[in-house]
């Protein structure tokens, strides 16, 4: 994909974008990420999360965004699990929701900016901490800056307004306080995190008949995020990949089985990964995956993971570095 704009199904406010599946990785592009989602519900092993980053370790920055944290000390069991490709440049968290950035190895001269911070929705996170709202972290890293969130929303298919309020504080509020009014914009951000949009006015039993038989493309216009965007409610001009893959929620803990008790809750999409790019003049991306990790059991969720790839333009007036 040559462009942030072609090859992208049009919305009013998502755009969703093909997905390359062959990457070359920083031979053709500038910075590649490696983006990763997953709510955790309070479980962790040192397995799940090799697994969860994978064994290619050709991309620059790796971004890991966890909601439903336990209290084990995953920013540790994290840094032992790529220590020999990347080290850790910034975290931030509020209690059982964390973000994490790494980057290549002695890389860290090549970061310019840095800053984090966080917006609390909701209460105290009940008696386990499961803290709502989001996380996030600006960084300028070889001359481009970014920002990376990871939020957890307020759960339910019936709270679709709150999650849309949810959405549009989060935005306003994030780096809003002693803003630089000469300060450049991101020339791009990421969201990413457990959104709890759900799929719309479908019973359990159709939706999971539908997934059965791999025709999950066809409840989209069901899913109450990309419904919500087209209403234009929310995240106008972001992109996102194709939902190719099955529903990451409700699983039955320890297998791949959607959820059994008694309220069989419907599959949905809850964990996502969307991204904006502020002007496709000055840098192109590229999604060269977009997917779930399928072979994680230890939570109700499945992980979500995606590829970016970004190219500067090198007429534009960014300082490649």
């Known amino acids: 994909m040559d462009s942030i704009c072609s090859n992208v199904i049009a919305r009013e406010g998502i755009q969703t974008v093909a997905v390359e599946n062959h990457c070359n990785f920083s031979r053709n592009s500038d910075l590649c990420i490696c983006v990763v989602t997953w709510n955790m519900n309070g479980q962790v092993s040192y397995e799940d999360l090799v697994e969860l980053i ?77 803290k709502k709202g989001a996380v996030a972290i600006r960084i300028n890293y070889k001359g481009i800056t970014m920002v990376f969130i990871s939020c957890h929303l307020s759960a339910h298919a019936r709270n679709v307004e709150e999650r849309n309020s949810e959405c549009r504080h989060i935005l306003h509020s994030l780096f809003s306080k002693n803003q630089n009014p000469y300060a450049e914009p991101a020339q791009i951000t990421v969201w990413l995190g457990d959104l709890n949009y759900r799929i719309q006015g479908l019973n359990t039993h159709p939706v999971r008949n539908i997934i059965h038989k791999d025709l999950q493309k066809l409840l989209t216009s069901k899913d109450q995020l990309l419904q919500e965007a087209e209403r234009g409610q929310i995240f106008n001009g972001y992109c996102e990949g194709s939902l190719t893959f099955k529903p990451t929620y409700k699983y ?60 500067v333009n090198k007429h534009s007036s960014i300082t490649y570095r």
């Open 54 to 130: 994978g064994s290619n370790r050709k991309f620059d920055l790796l971004i890991v965004g966890l909601q439903e944290v336990p209290r084990n000390n995953i920013a540790r069991l994290l840094k032992r699990a790529v220590a020999e490709t990347h080290d850790l440049f910034a975290k931030a968290i509020m209690q059982s929701l964390q973000l994490f950035v790494f980057g290549p190895r002695n890389s860290v001269p090549l970061v310019k900016e840095l800053k984090l911070d966080k917006y609390s929705v909701g209460g105290f996170g009940g008696f386990i901490g499961r």
């Open 252 to 311: 039955n803990i320890g297998s791949s089985d959607y959820d059994t008790s008694y309220k069989v809750r419907v599959p949905s999409w809850t964990d996502r990964i969307l991204f904006k790019i502020d002007d496709p003049d000055k840098i192109n991306a590229a999604l060269h995956s977009y997917e779930s990790i399928d072979d994680i059991y230890s939570s109700d969720h499945k992980p979500v993971k995606a590829h970016l790839c970004l190219t």
